[in-house]
């Protein structure tokens, strides 16, 4: 690690205190994997009784070690831990890894975590921790974690301890191994964004899994997972937050249409990383990242040799948005010649015993189609991998073809990703050692390939620091006024006046061409209560329904509206909020009364420009209903762009809004009209409130 965290990859030594002859206690674990790099560094051990463990005796204290550690790890009972501290601190100690939990609660002091990162961090010295399960680094031969690791490629930090585990355990059984562990904790001092920004320099390091529940300075973690993919390191991201439990409070349908899962995947979205769902599809997915060339696009041809498998095998790719390309003439016929007569040469292509007959024949086939360049990867499914395994005279052949498929892949940069019905056989850990993933079902190659198209898709972008404010909405602006300000930003609104008593509606309705639509303007959901009324023709109509209104809800602000009355307009919802970790988002979807019932959304962190907006536009699955569906006349999808744009700006630019939202915003030929507007200020300091 770089500059003040060095001393959590290579320290020069490192004390244990807690350490515990008990093979149950932490202090043992770590003891034991710290002496496993004792021909690395000076490795001491601590323990109050001068416990012998493992065969090496310890000492009582810090102050009995013959040189200050470098490094001290705190796995002592939690009420000792303040007093280890400072006296390691006051012998010159420069890191801590804090393997103790619940510090604050055994010392009956809450905050004294916080404190003691304080009192560490002005002595000049780091804290990783506490509370976590501690760090692993390969190259370096560090192993202070409970658990076991086996050397690789993959740097894991997650928050979760026992899941970063697990990660581990799923690299190991892939045969990728891992080059550097950190289970971070509470944060009090080293954060997750700190650690990562050391593994851009981390040669050993090839690919990222993070594991997050909270995101602190989001922004600043974008940023430096930018920096990891320039640096050609990909970063996969797991986290929590998908449930409907997160969503449950939120007093706009953007709040309600969004969970933190979203947002996070919007920042991995900005920085070309990847969310993922669960450890096994991240260590899937690291298969493709590591050393295995990636995809230039979306196009996929399939070699099985059983017709079933391959036809489950298209339909999984279709699943994933990959494609499954018809051949050309020329291909097919190329492949035809090396299968028996009336074989499949179609894509997927069935071998029909041609794998049996001659092993050689699943090179070939690779060959011809990786050189013909219509597809961007070839996928193998089926028994390729059990051959040896299940008759052990062909397993030296079935790894010549491992190697040939291999050779192919590095002289054409096009991936081959086998799908084989084997979880770890010798040819299975061949192709993997050689670049080429082997996955045990098909859902995960076809997930895994549809990620990597993802990630090579997605472009990094710039993501500008917003201006500080509150993420706490506070009171709704009147509707008159939160459209003033969205069409001070750009947004086009029918033209609209406030009517108070019945006999405001001569003057309103001579001002305000009709049709009309009338809003009880101080109601954030109108609709619900019965706040709307829609169509009405003239000065009559617009009277009874005010009295209505007036009779149902009482006096107030209500607004005259011309009605939008353009034929096969669409309806979409354009909304912004502020998140507590990663600052403005902007969302935009298809909206209406039934904007929560589909859930078609697409979110980013704002502000975006037009072209950047246009594309969350194009990833809606209501897209079709925007350019031409069934004879429509298509909706002037720049305007659309142009409004989602402005409405991120707004969020971004403007302290004094924690919320907006449109819905809808229709859609037409001839340009996009906002038709409602909830603005939430953010919240006014309470003026009576003492400094």
Known sequence: MSGSLSVFSNPKSVAVVGASADPAKWGYWIARGALRGAHRRDVYLVNARGAVIDGVPSARSLADLPSVPELVVLTAPAPTIPAVVDEALALGVKGFLGITAHIDLANGEPGLEQRLAGRINRAGARIVGPNCLGLYDAEAELELAWGSFVPGSIAIVSQSGQLGLELAGLAAHAGLGVSRFVSIGNQVDVTATDLLADLVTHDATRAVVLYLESFGEGRELVRVMTRLREAGKRVIVLTVGASDASRAAARSHTGALTAPTDVVAAACRAAGAVL??????????????????????????????????????????????????????????????????????????????????DLDTYARIVDVLVRSGEVDAVVMSGYFGCYGADTPTLVERELEVAASVALTVAEHGCPVIV??????????????????????????????????????RSVPRDIRQPVAAATTPGEALPYLAGRDLLAGAGLRYPRAVEVRTLQDVDAATREVPGPYVLKAGWLEHKTEVGGVAVGLSGPEEVRAALAGMIDRLGEGGYVLEQLDTRAGAVELIVGARRDSAFGPVVLVGMGGVQAELYKDVALALAPIDAAEARRLVESLAGLPLLTGFRG????????????????????AENADIAECEINPLRAGPDGAVAVDALVLAAPTPDKEATP
């Open 419 to 456: 799908h084989s019905m084997s979880h770890d056989s010798e040819v299975v850990r061949e192709l993997r050692a050689r670049a080429v993933p082997a996955l045990f079902t098909i859902d995960a190659v076809a997930r895994s390939l549809g990620l990597a198209v993802d990630l090579v």
């Open 632 to 651: 429509r006349p298509p909706a002037d999808l720049d305007a659309v762009a142009e409004t989602v744009a402005a409405v991120s700006r707004l969020i």
């Open 276 to 357: 993922v769902e669960t450890p096994s599809q991240a260590i899937d997915l690291a298969h493709l990242l590591v050393g295995c060339p990636l995809p230039a696009g979306d196009r996929v041809a399939i070699v099985s040799d059983s017709g079933g498998q391959g036809a489950v095998a298209a339909d999984a790719m279709a699943r994933h948005g990959l494609t499954v390309p018809r051949l050309s003439d020329r291909t097919r016929a190329a492949v035809s010649a090396l299968l028996p007569e009336g074989a499949g040469a179609a894509n997927p292509i069935d071998l029909a015993g041609a794998g049996e007959q």
